[in-house]
Each structure stands twice: as structure tokens, then as C-alpha cells.
């Protein structure tokens, strides 16, 4: 699961803020707004190579923003596919990759603990941990599909943390 799905995950640098990203296709990334914010630089970055990429559609109110690298940039290498949230079961074993303080490609491991529906979007309830850094990171199955973008933590509480279904950035 690592190996197929690691390569898709980018730390993303805004001007105040630093989180994560994952790639869904040659130049398409999904993360969070309150991760890009308002910024009007956004850098991505992997393995110390950096390259700027722009915020092409934006839901701030759901927390939804995808990036895009230029054109003239090469295309990303490696991307997933996303699975559809109906598929999704409580009880399945997960998987989040992404960059918690920064600290680049880490991985952890928990179960889907509840599918929830917060005015009026689908959202994974996951014991998978997720810190600062790890918002923008990707909430991913056994098989390294994609089915979640991880966005926030319940304070004061231990593994209840979320994830937007990764379809709804569809919408």
C-alpha cells in the first residue's frame, strides 16, 4: 500500500501555513483550503525538489481546494485513483500518508470508525492519527486507493479524527 500510494503525497508550503497534498493526476492535487489559505504563493515538495503550483478551484466553506502544476512544468509521476465513498465500510483497516509538523511521508495506520454527513458533506471518522502538517494528507484503503483528504482532529480526545471524502472534491 506505502510503495503504490506514497509517491502521490507532496508537502505543500503556503506563506504561513505548510501541509499536505496528493496527486489524482498528471498535474491535479487535493488538499484543504485552510492549508493554502489565502496565500498567493503555494510551493509543493518532495524529496527536496520544490515547484510552485496554483489553487484552480476552491470551496472554502467545505475546506475543498485542488492545485495544479503549470504546463509547462513535467507532469507528475505518480497520482491515484479515488474510490467512491458509498464503497467505503466502518470497521475497514486505513491508512494515512501525509506530513505531520513536516515531517515528510509518514504513515499511520487505523480503521474507518464512522461515516458522517456535516452539512451536507460526506466525511470519514477514522482512529488513523493525524497532528499539524497532516491536513491535505491522504486517508487511504488497504489497496493504496484513495478515499479521503485528512482535515481536522477532535481536541481533547484520542484517534477521532476526519477525513473529507476524497469524491467530493468531484463536486
Known amino acids: 500500500m506505502f510503495e503504490k500510494s506514497s509517491g502521490a503525497v507532496y508537502i505543500v508550503k503556503a ?4 501541509g499536505s497534498a496528493i496527486a489524482v493526476g498528471e498535474r491535479d492535487l487535493l488538499t484543504n483550503c485552510h492549508v493554502v489559505e489565502s496565500a498567493t504563493t503555494v510551493t509543493l515538495e518532495r524529496e527536496g525538489v520544490r515547484f510552485p503550483a496554483n489553487v484552480v478551484s476552491a ?3 467545505a475546506d475543498r481546494c485542488v492545485l495544479r502544476i503549470a504546463a509547462t512544468a513535467p507532469p507528475l509521476p505518480n497520482w491515484v485513483r479515488v474510490r467512491p465513498y458509498a464503497d467505503v465500510k466502518v470497521g475497514e483497516r486505513v491508512f494515512t500518508i501525509g506530513t505531520p509538523r513536516g515531517l515528510e511521508l509518514t504513515l499511520a495506520e487505523g480503521i474507518i470508525s464512522s461515516k458522517r454527513v456535516k452539512e451536507g458533506e460526506r466525511l470519514l471518522q477514522t482512529s488513523a492519527p493525524i497532528s499539524r502538517g497532516s491536513s491535505g494528507g491522504g486517508l487511504f484503503d488497504a489497496q493504496g486507493n484513495l478515499i479521503g483528504i485528512t482535515t481536522f482532529m477532535i481536541r481533547d ?3 477521532i479524527n476526519f477525513a473529507i471524502a476524497a469524491e467530493e472534491y468531484a463536486r
Do not use: H
Request: no cysteine; glycine share 0%.
Open 157 to 159: 480526545a484520542q484517534n
Open 59 to 61: 470551496n472554502a466553506n
Open 15 to 18: 506563506e504561513r501555513s505548510q
